[in-house]
């Protein structure tokens, strides 16, 4: 939601019409629209009758893809309901950053959150409820912000600060490579990190095509998990 102005997790409940307003604009996540994400639960999560819960479904073009390709098992939760798919088997209003995610320990098959931990104040809380409710077999994707791309780094060396975490846009949370491991690692294994949408934004810079899917240059960094055996 890089359109939108930080809201605290209690003002975010006030403004539902503005937020609806812009995901219906703007749709959401490229890694979503793009169908890299759908492709993504189809490689590491082939069952069609896989219990998947969407966490973030903004307005819900992710189980759309899921349901036309055959899956049914499908969950969602965010802090208020955007959406306009309402045939899955459940959906849930919870605040990530406080509320236990309110299905028992191992519940699901599969669990994903694409553009989302960003947005978090309390991350953290987040990743150990997901670890909670997944099955100890289960897959767990993940997509965020690539704080790799090479303009981060040239944009922090010039200013101190980060482009995609300004006070005028509502990503919060980020997850240089300590912090990912500290945050991440004590739960799960990584089985698969890709990259989504080589680009740089700058000037006339942003119109050139062919910039490469790497940690250097993509838009999108989206990691495949499994949690550690306990």
Same mark, same amino acid.
């Given at each position: 939601?890089? &359109?939108?102005?930080?809201?605290?997790?209690?003002?975010? !409940?006030?403004?539902?019409?503005?937020?609806?307003?812009?995901?219906?604009?703007?749709? &959401?996540?490229?890694?979503? %629209?793009?169908?890299?994400?759908? !492709?993504? /639960?189809?490689?590491?999560?082939?069952?069609?009758?896989?219990?998947? +819960?969407?966490?973030?479904?903004?307005?819900?073009?992710?189980?759309?893809?899921?349901?036309?390709? &055959?899956?049914?098992?499908?969950?969602?939760?965010?802090?208020?309901?955007?959406?306009? /798919?309402?045939?899955?088997?459940? %959906?849930?209003?919870?605040?990530?950053?406080?509320?236990? +995610?309110?299905?028992?320990?191992?519940? $699901?098959?599969?669990?994903?959150? %694409?553009?989302?931990?960003?947005?978090?104040?309390?991350?953290?809380?987040?990743?150990?409820?997901?670890?909670?409710?997944?099955?100890?077999?289960?897959?767990?994707? @993940?997509?965020?912000?690539?704080?790799?791309?090479?303009?981060?780094?040239? *944009?922090? @060396?010039? !200013?101190?600060?980060?482009?995609?975490?300004?006070?005028?846009?509502?990503?919060?949370?980020?997850?240089?490579?300590? /912090? *990912?491991?500290?945050?991440?690692?004590?739960? $799960?294994?990584?089985?698969?990190?890709?990259?989504?949408? &080589?680009?740089?934004?700058?000037? $006339?810079?942003?119109?050139?095509?062919?910039?490469?899917?790497?940690?250097? %240059?993509?838009?999108?960094?989206?990691?495949?998990?499994?949690?550690?055996?306990?």
């Amino acid at each position: 939601m890089l &359109g939108l102005k930080y809201f605290n997790p209690k003002d975010i !409940k006030g403004h539902k019409e503005l937020i609806q307003k812009y995901l219906n604009e703007e749709g &959401g996540s490229p890694v979503i %629209f793009s169908g890299r994400a759908g !492709k993504l /639960v189809e490689e590491f999560v082939p069952t069609r009758d896989a219990k998947i +819960l969407d966490l973030a479904p903004a307005t819900g073009t992710l189980q759309e893809q899921l349901l036309s390709v &055959g899956y049914q098992n499908l969950y969602a939760a965010d802090v208020d309901d955007y959406r306009r /798919v309402k045939n899955i088997k459940e %959906f849930k209003k919870v605040d990530f950053c406080f509320d236990k +995610l309110p299905w028992p320990d191992s519940f $699901f098959d599969a669990i994903t959150s %694409f553009e989302t931990i960003e947005h978090l104040e309390n991350p953290h809380h987040f990743i150990r409820e997901i670890n909670r409710i997944l099955k100890p077999e289960g897959t767990f994707i @993940l997509s965020m912000p690539n704080i790799d791309h090479i303009f981060n780094r040239i *944009f922090f @060396l010039r !200013k101190g600060d980060m482009p995609r975490w300004r006070k005028n846009n509502n990503h919060i949370s980020m997850f240089p490579k300590g /912090v *990912f491991e500290k945050s991440f690692l004590p739960y $799960f294994d990584v089985v698969h990190r890709g990259f989504f949408w &080589g680009h740089f934004p700058y000037r $006339f810079l942003s119109k050139l095509k062919g910039y490469p899917e790497n940690k250097w %240059f993509a838009h999108t960094a989206y990691w495949v998990f499994k949690p550690k055996t306990k």
